[in-house]
């Protein structure tokens, strides 16, 4: 008997390479500038709105877009889901990056 595999790359679907790829993004590395920009913050002592904070919004637009990416294309999950992850990122990261600037600004 001859066993049929599926591809390793595929288009779609949980077993694609980009799909495996904007996973690892938005629960691992894409979380990293959203921890060590308020530090960036913090270090520079400039409360001011600066481009490290473009960067950080960025960042947090580029999860969240991964995230609906991930649930529509390659892990269907409930939309429930998708907005709590959402709802979760977006005030985690009000928090972080109001943080870094009350921060800054009594460094500075």
């Not at 790359?9 to 060590?36: D, Q, T």
């Not at 580029?62 to 709590?84: E, G, S, Y």
Request: net charge positive; hydrophobic share 55%; glycine share 8%.
């Amino acid at each position: 008997m001859t066993r049929q595999t599926k591809p390793a790359v595929s288009g779609s679907g949980e077993n694609s390479l980009l799909g495996l790829l904007i996973r690892m993004y938005w629960m691992a590395f894409g979380n990293l500038p959203l921890l060590f920009l308020p530090i960036l913050i913090i270090k520079s002592r400039t409360p001011e709105f600066t481009r490290r904070d473009v960067m950080f919004i960025v960042a947090w637009a580029a999860l969240a877009i991964a995230r609906l990416a991930d649930a529509r294309f390659f892990n269907p999950v409930p939309a429930a889901d998708v907005r709590k992850y959402i709802l979760g990122l977006t005030g985690v990261s009000a928090g972080l990056i109001a943080f870094g600037h009350i921060v800054a600004k009594l460094m500075s």
